[in-house]
């Protein structure tokens, strides 16, 4: 009977029951599934497998570039964007038809699934996001060799202002992978739908292509761990705080490390666990027309901050912000050099961006956000 979330016959590989077993008792379902605990039980590969993995997975073709890549969706789009299910999810036959070498096109078959929540919903966009499996022979040698399944960012709406959401989410991954090579890489694609059976195009849009959660734990030398409820003192300190002192830098508050929400954790052999946070529409970088504050944290616009991160020693606040000061320019750079960025977000993000770099030059402020004033004295979020 696994009362706690944990058994003994795992105590010895997961080193976890003590962690869970408190937070467990404040709820009645358990934290943690059996298929879970066998996963995190599994042997580790050696040193050498694991670089091998770590080197073969931060070579992924699709996201050695920044530019966005053309491609051709066919599918049948108009039982797709009716298929709104959060249960039992239906796979729909489609193909990829993008740049090849030599001026060729690869075309490749894939299924299509929906995902998603809040953009899942009718009511939230007309068109829905999108998962996408390849077939691992087919795929070999093209742009999207070694890819198994990858999430598509949709447009949402055919609104431009929803084309351009894409466009600002896309270089929030950029100016976290600047940061952090442990995080979630990006691409985006200038997507050509077309409906099954038909020849015209029903639209061109930009979305947004995310990396594999397995292949940003190979890059990170571990593994993908589905623990909800850890504590703040269950996780490295360093990253958990680079990830919440970025989360502050662009306005965001949609996560929670406790229910798993927009964070994934990645361990490694040392049983040393990551934050590794995504999904950031919600934030005020980006400032989406749909973005409402979570009255919780009582703000009235999501453009302004809290930090939801533990509070620290101004010593160790002071060295992990000296990383967000060594990049300051080429965090700011990135809303230059994208051509697709219209120019009146351009100066808003920027304006944005420095009032956040500002703030680190006042000891006062950095104490009042990170040190005793703002930062979470709970154990999570």
């Known amino acids: 009977m696994m009362t706690t979330g944990c058994t003994r016959r795992f105590a010895w590989a997961l080193g976890l029951c003590a962690l869970t077993a408190p937070l467990l008792a404040q709820t009645k379902e358990p934290a943690v599934k059996p298929a879970v605990l066998l996963k995190l039980a599994e042997p580790w590969p050696d040193a050498e497998v694991l670089r091998a993995r770590r080197v073969e ?36 036959e489609g193909t990829v038809a993008v740049p090849g070498a030599n001026g060729a096109t690869d075309t490749l078959h894939v299924k299509l699934r929906t995902r998603g929540h809040f953009r899942l919903r009718s009511s939230s966009c007309s068109f829905v996001p999108l998962r996408l499996e390849f077939a691992k022979d087919e795929a070999k040698g093209t742009l999207f060799d070694a890819q198994k399944t990858l999430k598509l960012v949709t447009h949402c709406r055919n609104d431009r202002d929803y084309e351009q959401y894409t466009v600002r989410e896309s270089l929030v991954y950029r100016a976290l992978n600047i940061l952090t090579t442990s995080s979630f890489r990006a691409r985006l694609a200038r997507v050509t739908y077309v409906q099954t059976g038909e020849a015209k195009p029903t639209a061109t849009k930009l979305g947004l292509f995310l990396e594999d959660d397995d292949d940003v734990a190979r890059r990170m030398e571990g593994r993908i761990m589905e623990m909800p409820r850890l504590l703040f003192k269950d996780v490295d300190q360093q990253k958990l705080m680079l990830d919440m002192m970025f989360e502050y830098m662009i306005g965001n508050t949609d996560f929670s490390m406790y229910m798993l929400h927009n964070i994934r954790l990645v361990r490694t052999p040392s049983r040393v666990v990551y934050t590794v946070p995504y999904d950031w529409d919600l934030s005020g970088l980006i400032n989406t027309a749909y973005a409402i504050p979570d009255r919780a944290f009582m703000i009235k616009t999501v453009k302004e901050r809290v930090y939801r991160g533990p509070c620290a020693p101004l010593e160790q606040v002071e060295a992990v912000l000296a990383k967000f000061k060594e990049h300051r320019t080429d965090i700011l750079g990135l809303y230059e050099s994208n051509p697709d960025l219209d120019q009146n977000y351009r100066r808003e993000a920027k304006d944005y961006l420095e009032e956040f770099f500002r703030g680190l030059d006042r000891k006062g402020d950095v104490k009042r956000t990170f040190v005793d004033g703002q930062c979470s004295t709970k154990p999570t979020m």
Do not use: M
């Open 57 to 92: 997975a931060e070579g992924r073709r699709l996201f050695a570039d920044a530019e966005a890549v053309p491609l051709t969706l066919t599918a049948d789009f108009k039982s797709i964007n009716k298929d709104r299910r959060t249960e039992e999810k239906q796979d729909y």
